[in-house]
């Protein structure tokens, strides 16, 4: 059964960093593009990051480049999200995906394959 597992999250000071991961299971996620999406209390969900099957191409939104970083260990099936210089606007519950493809956008309508999410929370 194809299982997506996030981790990683917590509550951390503004400034600070955390690094979300995402490991797959029952499915080799070498043949996937990955996206980290996240959403907060009352706001739509937001793609935050996406990373094509074989991590050569990236892609961020605006909100975050610059201190998001996304990247991916296929050996070890799972995907990073580094996130640097949290403020308190990048408090949600993330969430990543898979898709089927080689290249993946932050459109989460491409995305057929959700984890249950983890939560992060930037407050002093």
């Known amino acids: 059964q194809l299982q997506l597992v996030e981790s990683g999250g917590g509550l951390v000071q503004p400034g600070g960093s955390l690094r979300l991961s995402c490991a797959a299971s029952g499915f080799t996620l070498a043949y996937y593009a990955i996206g980290w999406f996240r959403q907060a209390p009352g706001k739509e969900r937001e793609g935050v990051s996406a990373?094509?099957?074989?991590?050569?191409?990236?892609v961020y939104a605006d909100s975050v480049r610059g201190r998001f970083t996304i990247s991916r260990d296929n050996a070890k099936n799972t995907v990073y999200l580094q996130m640097n210089g949290l403020k308190p606007e990048d408090t949600a519950v993330y969430y990543c995906a898979a898709n089927p493809e080689e290249f993946g956008t932050l459109s989460g309508y491409e995305y057929p394959y959700w984890g249950q999410g983890t939560q992060v929370t930037v407050s002093s």
């Open positions: 990373i094509s099957s074989s991590g050569g191409s990236v």
